[in-house]
Protein backbone atom coordinates (compact mmCIF):
# COMPACT_ATOMS: atom_id res chain seq x y z
CA UNK A 1 0.00 0.00 0.00
CA UNK A 2 1.41 3.72 -0.74
CA UNK A 3 1.61 5.20 2.79
CA UNK A 4 -0.86 7.00 4.91
CA UNK A 5 -1.80 10.20 4.06
CA UNK A 6 -2.61 11.31 7.90
CA UNK A 7 1.06 10.63 8.76
CA UNK A 8 2.83 11.75 5.39
CA UNK A 9 1.43 15.19 6.28
CA UNK A 10 2.64 15.39 9.66
CA UNK A 11 5.90 13.59 8.84
CA UNK A 12 6.32 16.70 6.11
CA UNK A 13 5.32 19.30 8.36
CA UNK A 14 7.66 18.32 11.28
CA UNK A 15 10.82 17.51 8.64
CA UNK A 16 10.12 21.10 7.76
CA UNK A 17 10.74 22.27 10.69
CA UNK A 18 12.90 20.49 11.96
CA UNK A 19 17.02 21.06 11.51
CA UNK A 20 18.81 19.12 9.04
CA UNK A 21 17.61 16.69 6.38
CA UNK A 22 15.00 13.64 6.86
CA UNK A 23 14.03 11.42 4.61
CA UNK A 24 10.61 10.02 4.27
CA UNK A 25 10.01 6.38 3.17
CA UNK A 26 6.78 5.42 1.02
CA UNK A 27 5.31 9.28 1.64
CA UNK A 28 2.14 9.06 0.01
CA UNK A 29 1.19 9.22 -3.44
CA UNK A 30 -2.30 11.34 -2.37
CA UNK A 31 -2.51 14.65 -4.46
CA UNK A 32 -3.00 15.91 -1.24
CA UNK A 33 0.35 14.90 0.43
CA UNK A 34 1.83 16.53 -2.63
CA UNK A 35 0.11 19.81 -1.88
CA UNK A 36 1.63 19.50 1.61
CA UNK A 37 5.09 19.64 -0.20
CA UNK A 38 4.02 22.70 -2.77
CA UNK A 39 3.26 24.37 0.20
CA UNK A 40 6.39 23.91 2.40
CA UNK A 41 8.17 24.89 -0.76
CA UNK A 42 6.82 28.08 -0.98
CA UNK A 43 7.61 28.87 2.58
CA UNK A 44 11.47 28.55 1.40
CA UNK A 45 12.06 24.63 2.47
CA UNK A 46 13.91 22.11 0.22
CA UNK A 47 11.43 18.91 -0.73
CA UNK A 48 13.14 16.55 -2.40
CA UNK A 49 10.58 13.99 -4.24
CA UNK A 50 13.46 10.54 -4.72
CA UNK A 51 12.49 6.78 -6.15
CA UNK A 52 10.39 4.71 -4.31
CA UNK A 53 8.07 7.39 -2.89
CA UNK A 54 11.35 8.47 -1.11
CA UNK A 55 10.78 12.24 0.10
CA UNK A 56 13.65 14.30 1.63
CA UNK A 57 13.17 17.75 3.20
CA UNK A 58 16.40 20.08 4.52
CA UNK A 59 14.14 21.49 7.67
CA UNK A 60 14.33 25.28 7.66
CA UNK A 61 13.93 25.21 11.67
CA UNK A 62 11.70 26.43 13.77
CA UNK A 63 12.31 29.87 13.17
CA UNK A 64 13.44 29.50 9.59
CA UNK A 65 10.46 29.66 7.23
CA UNK A 66 10.16 32.15 4.78
CA UNK A 67 7.53 34.67 4.31
CA UNK A 68 5.82 33.44 0.65
CA UNK A 69 5.37 35.45 -2.62
CA UNK A 70 1.92 34.12 -3.41
CA UNK A 71 -0.63 32.41 -1.67
CA UNK A 72 -0.41 29.01 -0.70
CA UNK A 73 -2.66 26.82 -2.17
CA UNK A 74 -3.87 23.50 -0.72
CA UNK A 75 -6.21 22.64 -3.51
CA UNK A 76 -8.58 19.68 -2.06
CA UNK A 77 -6.75 18.91 1.62
CA UNK A 78 -8.29 20.07 4.10
CA UNK A 79 -5.62 18.62 6.64
CA UNK A 80 -2.72 20.93 4.39
CA UNK A 81 -5.43 23.93 5.35
CA UNK A 82 -5.90 23.54 8.64
CA UNK A 83 -2.67 21.68 9.99
CA UNK A 84 -0.40 24.22 7.97
CA UNK A 85 -3.02 27.34 9.71
CA UNK A 86 -1.44 26.13 12.84
CA UNK A 87 2.30 26.47 11.68
CA UNK A 88 1.47 29.72 10.36
CA UNK A 89 0.09 31.19 13.07
CA UNK A 90 3.74 31.00 15.00
CA UNK A 91 5.21 32.81 12.23
CA UNK A 92 5.86 36.48 12.21
CA UNK A 93 4.61 37.34 8.33
CA UNK A 94 1.55 37.54 6.58
CA UNK A 95 0.44 34.66 4.55
CA UNK A 96 -2.83 33.29 2.39
CA UNK A 97 -3.50 29.83 2.74
CA UNK A 98 -6.30 28.84 -0.28
CA UNK A 99 -7.73 25.93 -1.97
CA UNK A 100 -10.03 24.24 -4.73
CA UNK A 101 -13.62 25.02 -4.74
CA UNK A 102 -14.22 22.19 -2.38
CA UNK A 103 -11.99 23.02 0.17
CA UNK A 104 -12.59 26.83 0.07
CA UNK A 105 -16.29 25.86 1.07
CA UNK A 106 -15.52 23.90 4.55
CA UNK A 107 -15.00 24.85 7.80
CA UNK A 108 -12.73 26.95 8.94
CA UNK A 109 -13.96 28.66 12.13
CA UNK A 110 -13.16 25.90 13.73
CA UNK A 111 -9.35 25.77 13.52
CA UNK A 112 -9.66 30.09 13.48
CA UNK A 113 -11.54 30.35 17.09
CA UNK A 114 -8.69 28.20 18.99
CA UNK A 115 -5.34 30.34 17.11
CA UNK A 116 -7.40 33.57 17.61
CA UNK A 117 -6.79 33.07 21.01
CA UNK A 118 -3.96 32.25 20.69
CA UNK A 119 -2.76 35.61 19.91
CA UNK A 120 -2.73 35.06 15.45
CA UNK A 121 -4.75 37.29 13.27
CA UNK A 122 -6.56 35.78 10.61
CA UNK A 123 -8.86 36.85 8.09
CA UNK A 124 -11.34 34.68 6.40
CA UNK A 125 -14.04 34.91 3.84
CA UNK A 126 -17.77 35.13 5.68
CA UNK A 127 -15.82 34.77 8.93
CA UNK A 128 -15.58 30.66 8.50
CA UNK A 129 -14.13 29.79 4.88
CA UNK A 130 -10.96 29.95 2.74
CA UNK A 131 -9.17 31.81 1.97
CA UNK A 132 -7.33 32.95 5.12
CA UNK A 133 -4.79 35.56 5.76
CA UNK A 134 -3.06 34.77 8.65
CA UNK A 135 -0.58 37.24 10.35
CA UNK A 136 1.47 34.96 13.11
CA UNK A 137 3.82 35.59 15.88
CA UNK A 138 4.48 34.24 19.42
CA UNK A 139 1.68 32.90 21.02
CA UNK A 140 -0.08 32.66 24.50
CA UNK A 141 -0.41 29.00 25.36
CA UNK A 142 -3.97 27.75 25.24
CA UNK A 143 -6.40 25.12 27.09
CA UNK A 144 -8.45 24.28 24.52
CA UNK A 145 -11.99 21.71 24.66
CA UNK A 146 -12.37 21.25 21.28
CA UNK A 147 -16.21 21.64 20.53
CA UNK A 148 -15.87 19.46 17.36
CA UNK A 149 -13.66 16.33 17.65
CA UNK A 150 -11.53 17.10 14.57
CA UNK A 151 -8.27 15.74 14.70
CA UNK A 152 -6.53 18.36 12.01
CA UNK A 153 -7.89 21.01 14.39
CA UNK A 154 -6.38 19.64 17.58
CA UNK A 155 -3.27 19.01 15.09
CA UNK A 156 -3.07 22.47 14.14
CA UNK A 157 -3.57 23.43 17.55
CA UNK A 158 -0.19 21.73 18.83
CA UNK A 159 1.60 22.74 15.87
CA UNK A 160 1.03 26.38 16.68
CA UNK A 161 1.96 25.46 21.17
CA UNK A 162 5.13 25.04 19.14
CA UNK A 163 5.44 28.53 19.22
CA UNK A 164 3.88 29.27 22.29
CA UNK A 165 4.97 30.75 26.01
CA UNK A 166 3.75 27.74 27.94
CA UNK A 167 2.01 24.27 27.67
CA UNK A 168 -0.42 23.85 25.19
CA UNK A 169 -3.20 21.51 25.70
CA UNK A 170 -6.13 20.32 23.93
CA UNK A 171 -9.14 18.38 25.46
CA UNK A 172 -11.10 16.11 22.98
CA UNK A 173 -14.30 14.40 24.52
CA UNK A 174 -14.00 11.68 21.21
CA UNK A 175 -10.80 10.54 20.71
CA UNK A 176 -9.02 11.08 17.52
CA UNK A 177 -6.42 9.84 15.33
CA UNK A 178 -3.33 10.31 17.38
CA UNK A 179 -0.39 10.75 14.41
CA UNK A 180 0.71 14.64 15.37
CA UNK A 181 1.44 13.31 19.12
CA UNK A 182 3.31 10.19 18.01
CA UNK A 183 5.19 12.29 15.60
CA UNK A 184 6.28 15.18 17.37
CA UNK A 185 7.69 12.69 20.12
CA UNK A 186 9.53 11.12 17.42
CA UNK A 187 11.04 14.82 16.03
CA UNK A 188 11.98 15.30 19.37
CA UNK A 189 9.29 17.31 20.88
CA UNK A 190 7.63 16.85 24.66
CA UNK A 191 4.26 15.79 24.40
CA UNK A 192 1.90 14.88 27.08
CA UNK A 193 -1.13 12.55 27.20
CA UNK A 194 -4.00 11.90 29.75
CA UNK A 195 -7.08 10.79 29.42
CA UNK A 196 -8.64 12.82 26.76
CA UNK A 197 -6.20 15.61 26.85
CA UNK A 198 -3.05 16.29 24.88
CA UNK A 199 -0.32 18.81 26.18
CA UNK A 200 3.23 20.02 23.81
CA UNK A 201 5.56 21.83 25.31
CA UNK A 202 7.34 25.16 23.47
CA UNK A 203 10.57 25.34 21.35
CA UNK A 204 11.45 21.84 21.09
CA UNK A 205 14.90 21.43 19.16
CA UNK A 206 13.24 19.62 16.43
CA UNK A 207 15.93 17.22 15.03
CA UNK A 208 15.57 15.39 11.33
CA UNK A 209 14.44 12.05 11.55
CA UNK A 210 14.62 8.71 9.09
CA UNK A 211 10.89 7.54 9.09
CA UNK A 212 9.06 4.62 7.51
CA UNK A 213 5.20 5.98 6.93
CA UNK A 214 3.06 2.48 6.90
CA UNK A 215 0.31 1.54 4.04
CA UNK A 216 -2.93 3.77 4.00
CA UNK A 217 -5.78 2.23 6.15
CA UNK A 218 -8.05 4.34 5.10
CA UNK A 219 -7.12 3.17 1.07
CA UNK A 220 -6.67 -0.30 1.63
CA UNK A 221 -10.21 -0.51 3.30
CA UNK A 222 -11.66 0.14 -0.47
CA UNK A 223 -9.73 -2.96 -1.24
CA UNK A 224 -11.04 -4.70 1.01
CA UNK A 225 -14.66 -3.50 0.65
CA UNK A 226 -13.93 -5.35 -2.48
CA UNK A 227 -12.76 -8.41 -1.36
CA UNK A 228 -16.23 -8.42 0.75
CA UNK A 229 -18.76 -8.00 -1.91
CA UNK A 230 -17.04 -10.75 -4.57
CA UNK A 231 -18.05 -14.12 -3.61
CA UNK A 232 -14.55 -16.26 -3.70
CA UNK A 233 -12.27 -13.17 -3.39
CA UNK A 234 -9.57 -13.67 -0.72
CA UNK A 235 -7.15 -10.52 -0.21
CA UNK A 236 -3.62 -10.16 2.01
CA UNK A 237 -2.47 -6.39 2.42
CA UNK A 238 0.94 -5.98 3.77
CA UNK A 239 2.67 -3.18 5.67
CA UNK A 240 -0.61 -1.40 6.25
CA UNK A 241 -0.79 1.39 9.43
CA UNK A 242 -2.67 -0.44 12.41
CA UNK A 243 -2.39 2.74 14.81
CA UNK A 244 -5.87 2.00 17.29
CA UNK A 245 -6.98 5.36 16.96
CA UNK A 246 -7.64 4.12 12.78
CA UNK A 247 -8.30 0.36 12.84
CA UNK A 248 -11.68 0.16 14.47
CA UNK A 249 -13.18 -0.21 10.94
CA UNK A 250 -11.39 -3.97 10.79
CA UNK A 251 -13.25 -4.51 14.44
CA UNK A 252 -16.55 -3.41 12.80
CA UNK A 253 -16.13 -5.16 10.32
CA UNK A 254 -15.28 -7.83 12.04
CA UNK A 255 -18.32 -7.62 14.46
CA UNK A 256 -20.22 -7.72 10.80
CA UNK A 257 -19.18 -11.21 10.08
CA UNK A 258 -16.24 -10.53 8.04
CA UNK A 259 -13.44 -12.46 7.94
CA UNK A 260 -10.39 -10.54 8.80
CA UNK A 261 -7.23 -11.20 10.50
CA UNK A 262 -4.14 -9.19 11.34
CA UNK A 263 -0.19 -10.77 10.75
CA UNK A 264 2.97 -9.48 11.40
CA UNK A 265 2.00 -6.47 13.60
CA UNK A 266 5.20 -4.20 14.28
CA UNK A 267 6.15 -0.61 15.43
CA UNK A 268 7.77 1.64 13.39
CA UNK A 269 8.47 5.47 14.40
CA UNK A 270 5.82 4.90 17.08
CA UNK A 271 2.91 3.54 14.62
CA UNK A 272 1.65 0.21 14.70
CA UNK A 273 2.19 -1.67 11.32
CA UNK A 274 1.18 -4.51 9.86
CA UNK A 275 -0.64 -7.12 7.15
CA UNK A 276 -4.53 -7.80 7.02
CA UNK A 277 -6.00 -10.74 5.22
CA UNK A 278 -9.65 -10.59 4.21
CA UNK A 279 -11.97 -13.12 2.44
CA UNK A 280 -15.45 -12.81 1.40
CA UNK A 281 -18.31 -13.69 4.18
CA UNK A 282 -21.65 -13.08 4.31
CA UNK A 283 -22.44 -9.54 6.18
CA UNK A 284 -24.84 -9.23 8.83
CA UNK A 285 -25.58 -5.36 8.68
CA UNK A 286 -25.03 -3.21 11.65
CA UNK A 287 -25.01 0.42 13.64
CA UNK A 288 -22.90 3.35 13.88
CA UNK A 289 -22.69 6.00 16.29
CA UNK A 290 -21.46 8.45 18.94
CA UNK A 291 -17.94 7.91 19.08
CA UNK A 292 -17.29 5.07 16.53
CA UNK A 293 -18.14 8.08 14.04
CA UNK A 294 -14.64 10.02 14.48
CA UNK A 295 -13.00 6.76 15.14
CA UNK A 296 -14.01 5.89 11.59
CA UNK A 297 -14.91 9.02 9.67
CA UNK A 298 -13.18 8.30 6.09
CA UNK A 299 -14.67 4.25 6.06
CA UNK A 300 -18.21 5.40 6.87
CA UNK A 301 -18.43 5.87 3.13
CA UNK A 302 -17.49 2.38 2.07
CA UNK A 303 -19.29 0.76 5.29
CA UNK A 304 -22.46 2.70 4.07
CA UNK A 305 -22.05 0.88 0.50
CA UNK A 306 -21.59 -2.44 2.11
CA UNK A 307 -25.18 -1.85 3.23
CA UNK A 308 -26.87 -3.82 0.47
CA UNK A 309 -24.56 -6.62 0.19
CA UNK A 310 -25.37 -7.05 4.64
CA UNK A 311 -28.58 -9.22 5.93
CA UNK A 312 -29.51 -6.08 8.01
CA UNK A 313 -28.49 -3.04 6.21
CA UNK A 314 -26.46 -0.57 7.60
CA UNK A 315 -27.50 2.70 9.78
CA UNK A 316 -25.10 5.53 10.57
CA UNK A 317 -25.91 8.28 12.94
CA UNK A 318 -24.51 11.56 14.81
CA UNK A 319 -22.51 11.83 11.19
CA UNK A 320 -23.28 15.20 10.73
CA UNK A 321 -19.93 15.98 10.36
CA UNK A 322 -19.76 13.65 6.76
CA UNK A 323 -21.77 17.22 5.09
CA UNK A 324 -19.03 19.03 5.20
CA UNK A 325 -15.75 16.71 4.04
CA UNK A 326 -14.67 17.06 0.72
CA UNK A 327 -18.69 16.66 -0.66
CA UNK A 328 -21.57 16.43 1.37
CA UNK A 329 -20.90 12.73 1.73
CA UNK A 330 -24.64 11.53 2.74
CA UNK A 331 -26.41 13.31 0.06
CA UNK A 332 -23.67 12.27 -2.37
CA UNK A 333 -23.64 8.46 -1.61
CA UNK A 334 -27.32 8.38 -0.70
CA UNK A 335 -27.60 9.41 -4.44
CA UNK A 336 -25.04 7.11 -6.05
CA UNK A 337 -26.07 4.30 -4.42
CA UNK A 338 -30.18 4.89 -5.13
CA UNK A 339 -28.86 5.03 -8.57
CA UNK A 340 -27.76 2.09 -8.45
CA UNK A 341 -30.64 0.63 -6.96
CA UNK A 342 -30.48 0.46 -2.88
CA UNK A 343 -32.96 1.51 -0.72
CA UNK A 344 -31.77 4.84 1.39
CA UNK A 345 -33.20 7.19 3.94
CA UNK A 346 -31.13 10.16 4.73
CA UNK A 347 -30.52 11.70 7.73
CA UNK A 348 -30.05 15.11 9.02
CA UNK A 349 -26.57 13.16 10.68
CA UNK A 350 -26.56 10.02 8.52
CA UNK A 351 -28.03 7.46 6.91
CA UNK A 352 -29.78 4.14 6.35
CA UNK A 353 -28.93 1.49 3.34
CA UNK A 354 -31.29 -1.29 3.38
CA UNK A 355 -29.76 -4.90 3.22
CA UNK A 356 -29.97 -7.71 0.83
CA UNK A 357 -33.75 -8.05 1.21
CA UNK A 358 -34.42 -4.19 -1.04
CA UNK A 359 -32.98 -6.16 -3.90
CA UNK A 360 -29.56 -6.40 -5.92
CA UNK A 361 -27.85 -3.67 -6.75
CA UNK A 362 -27.89 -2.77 -10.71
CA UNK A 363 -24.53 -0.97 -12.14
CA UNK A 364 -25.65 2.58 -12.97
CA UNK A 365 -24.18 5.93 -14.07
CA UNK A 366 -22.99 7.94 -10.94
CA UNK A 367 -21.20 11.14 -9.85
CA UNK A 368 -19.05 11.06 -7.16
CA UNK A 369 -18.97 15.04 -7.21
CA UNK A 370 -15.00 14.68 -7.09
CA UNK A 371 -15.11 13.34 -3.63
CA UNK A 372 -12.56 10.54 -4.10
CA UNK A 373 -13.55 8.33 -1.22
CA UNK A 374 -17.25 8.00 -3.04
CA UNK A 375 -15.99 7.23 -6.03
CA UNK A 376 -14.02 4.31 -4.51
CA UNK A 377 -16.50 3.59 -2.27
CA UNK A 378 -19.05 2.95 -5.37
CA UNK A 379 -16.52 1.39 -7.75
CA UNK A 380 -16.07 -1.33 -4.65
CA UNK A 381 -20.41 -1.60 -4.81
CA UNK A 382 -20.43 -1.28 -8.53
CA UNK A 383 -17.91 -4.75 -8.50
CA UNK A 384 -20.86 -6.83 -6.78
CA UNK A 385 -23.61 -5.33 -9.01
CA UNK A 386 -25.41 -6.57 -11.74
CA UNK A 387 -23.82 -4.76 -15.43
CA UNK A 388 -21.55 -2.04 -15.46
CA UNK A 389 -20.95 0.57 -13.16
CA UNK A 390 -19.68 4.21 -14.86
CA UNK A 391 -18.58 6.46 -11.95
CA UNK A 392 -18.11 10.20 -13.54
CA UNK A 393 -14.57 11.87 -13.08
CA UNK A 394 -13.16 8.91 -11.20
CA UNK A 395 -9.78 10.74 -11.90
CA UNK A 396 -10.79 12.51 -8.40
CA UNK A 397 -9.27 9.24 -6.66
CA UNK A 398 -5.82 10.45 -7.15
CA UNK A 399 -6.63 12.83 -4.50
CA UNK A 400 -6.06 10.04 -2.09
CA UNK A 401 -5.55 6.86 -3.89
CA UNK A 402 -3.98 7.42 -7.17
CA UNK A 403 -3.43 3.52 -7.97
CA UNK A 404 -6.70 2.42 -6.69
CA UNK A 405 -8.17 1.46 -10.44
CA UNK A 406 -4.95 0.21 -11.50
CA UNK A 407 -4.37 -1.90 -7.99
CA UNK A 408 -7.91 -3.21 -8.49
CA UNK A 409 -7.46 -4.23 -12.04
CA UNK A 410 -4.00 -6.34 -10.62
CA UNK A 411 -6.08 -8.49 -8.12
CA UNK A 412 -9.03 -9.81 -10.55
CA UNK A 413 -9.03 -13.43 -11.36
CA UNK A 414 -5.49 -13.75 -9.43
CA UNK A 415 -6.93 -16.70 -7.66
CA UNK A 416 -5.04 -19.51 -7.14
C1 LIG B 1 -7.59 13.78 9.15
C2 LIG B 1 -8.62 13.91 10.05
C3 LIG B 1 -10.04 13.74 9.70
C4 LIG B 1 -10.17 12.95 8.40
C5 LIG B 1 -9.28 13.47 7.32
C6 LIG B 1 -7.82 13.39 7.75
C7 LIG B 1 -6.22 14.00 9.60
O1 LIG B 1 -10.61 15.01 9.51
O2 LIG B 1 -11.51 12.97 7.96
O3 LIG B 1 -9.44 12.72 6.12
O4 LIG B 1 -5.27 13.66 8.88
O5 LIG B 1 -6.04 14.53 10.71
P1 LIG B 1 -11.13 15.91 10.77
O6 LIG B 1 -9.99 16.21 11.61
O7 LIG B 1 -11.71 17.14 10.14
O8 LIG B 1 -12.16 15.07 11.43
Do not use: W
Amino acid sequence: MPGDKSISHRYAILAALAEGRSGIANYSTAADCRSTLGCLERLGVETKIGREREVQITGAGLGGLKAPKRSLDAENSGSTMRMLAGVLAGQAFTSTLTGDASLRRRPMRRVIEPLRKMGAEIHSRDGDVAPLEIRGGNLRAIDYSQPVPSAQVKSAILLAGLYANGVTTVREAVRTRDHTELALREFGARVETAKGAVGVHPRPKLVAQQLVVPGDLSAAVFLIGAALVLPESALVIHNVGLNPTRAKVLDFLISMGAEIHVAAVESRNGELVGDISVRHAALAGGEISGAQVAEMIDELPMLAALGPFTEKGVTIHDAKELRVKESDRIATLAEGLRRMGARVEEFPDGMRVEGRGAGKLRGAKVDPQGDHRIAMALAAAGLGAECDTEIQDAGCVAVSFPEFFETLDKLRGTAG
